[in-house]
């Protein structure tokens, strides 16, 4: 096509048969009518968009526009597949679970009553006032869940165009391979963030409801960041081991056994009496769900040590057999800030991979 504005061209309209599914034609489309595009696009002879060798890429400037055309896209897709609704429904579920019945089992009585039916033993108030703490908490403690719902939102997101035929007519376009992967991982941003605000939003309302008024809810945006981020830690992960298969089963496995690879090395180094925390922080899975654990000592006391687990405290010193869970002891403010920074720094690292092994991705057309 000669230029931007003869999208009604046969190459367009043919290149618009091509993909069948809707969010291929959001992205396909708007790429071919924009006015970047040039005469460098022309039919390849696989059958989908190819691109001469004289193609320029969109000036920088219009990188940053291309990166949302493509979170827009892979957006548009997930929202098509379950994963989404499925996440929501479980963690909805979950904060049922920790926010209101788990209350319910130790509360027979008024808010802030337990222990028998007459309701005649006091909830200890640091527990009553911080039950939503305790009850995100729980997401951590289960952090198969991080697995679950952080790795199917990836695993299949460059497997997915490959076995669809799709990835050619991607990397086709104007955006750089890096925007396409950036792109792909802003999505899960976007995804992740609203789906953390529900659920520690739910666990608020239900601990309000069920155990009184909740303190410390100057951290809920951090925990709300912090679940994200162990969510989307995975999600990393997935997106970059997509790269390199055809179908997202394999990734998933892999998610699963690097997840429980990382709890065997750590709890095998400590037996051989070497120093773990450092390697805690840093290792995908085991750093996935330290952070709200960190978070929730560093706000009980800013200025006191805790035990490097993802375990509730009171549980380590109370029940010393599950003390072989805890990697060492170190200052609350080092706990929190620490098993964030290591979360974040292992999350764009494997955007960084990812995007690196994505650009010398062989896609055959």
């Known amino acids: 096509m000669a230029s931007g504005g003869e999208s009604?061209?046969?190459?367009?309209?043919?290149?618009?048969?091509?993909?069948?599914?809707?969010?291929?034609?959001?992205?396909?489309?708007?790429?071919?009518?924009?006015?970047?595009?040039?005469?460098?696009?022309?039919?390849?002879?696989?059958?989908?968009?190819g691109a001469t060798t004289n193609r320029k890429r969109a000036p920088e400037r219009g990188q940053l526009a291309l990166l949302g055309e493509v979170a827009r896209y892979e957006i548009a897709w997930d929202l098509k597949k379950y994963w989404v609704y499925f996440s929501a429904f479980i963690l909805i579920l979950l904060a049922i679970l920790s926010g209101a019945l788990l209350p319910l089992t130790v509360s027979h009585g008024p808010p802030g009553q337990f222990g028998n039916s007459t309701g005649s033993a006091p909830i200890p108030s640091e527990i009553r006032d911080t039950w939503w703490e305790d009850?995100?908490?729980?997401?951590?403690?289960?952090?198969?869940?991080?697995?679950?719902?952080?790795?199917?939102?990836?695993?299949?997101?460059?497997?997915?165009?490959?076995?669809?035929?799709?990835?050619?007519?991607?990397?086709?376009?104007?955006?750089?391979?890096?925007?396409?992967?950036?792109?792909?991982?802003?999505a899960k941003v976007a995804i992740f963030l609203p789906l953390s605000a529900l659920y520690v939003g739910l666990v608020i309302i239900l601990s309000w409801l069920t155990m009184g008024p909740q303190a410390n809810l100057q951290w809920a945006p951090l925990a709300i960041l912090e679940l994200a981020l162990s969510f989307l830690s995975f999600a990393s992960l997935a997106l970059c081991l997509s790269v390199g298969?055809?179908?997202?089963?394999?990734?998933?496995?892999?998610?699963?056994?690097?997840?429980?690879?990382?709890?065997?090395?750590?709890?095998?180094?400590?037996?051989?009496?070497?120093?773990?925390?450092?390697?805690?922080?840093?290792?995908?899975g085991e750093n996935a769900w330290l952070p709200f654990a960190g978070l929730r000592v560093y706000a009980a006391n800013p200025n006191g040590l805790a035990y490097v687990t993802f375990l509730p405290q009171s549980v380590i010193q109370s029940l010393p057999a599950t003390a072989q869970f805890a990697l060492g002891s170190v200052p609350t403010a080092s706990f929190a800030l620490l098993s964030v920074v290591g979360l974040l720094l292992t999350t764009l690292l494997f955007v960084v991979l990812g995007m690196a092994l994505f650009r010398r991705l062989e896609v055959p057309e």
Not at 13 to 23: I, Q, V
Not at 159 to 179: C, I, M, N
Not at 247 to 276: H, M, N, Q, Y
């Open 245 to 284: 298969f055809r179908r997202s089963r394999p990734v998933s496995l892999l998610l699963w056994v690097i997840g429980g690879a990382s709890e065997v090395l750590l709890l095998l180094l400590k037996d051989r009496g070497l120093s773990t925390v450092p390697l805690a922080y840093v290792l995908p």
């Open 8 to 49: 009604s061209s046969p190459a367009s309209r043919e290149a618009w048969l091509c993909f069948p599914h809707l969010t291929d034609q959001i992205f396909i489309s708007k790429a071919l009518d924009s006015p970047k595009v040039g005469s460098g696009f022309v039919r390849g002879s696989g059958g989908a968009l």
């Open 135 to 186: 009850a995100v908490l729980l997401m951590s403690i289960f952090g198969f869940w991080f697995i679950i719902i952080g790795g199917a939102s990836s695993s299949e997101s460059v497997a997915r165009e490959k076995d669809k035929g799709t990835l050619w007519a991607l990397v086709s376009q104007p955006a750089r391979r890096e925007t396409i992967f950036l792109g792909k991982f802003l």
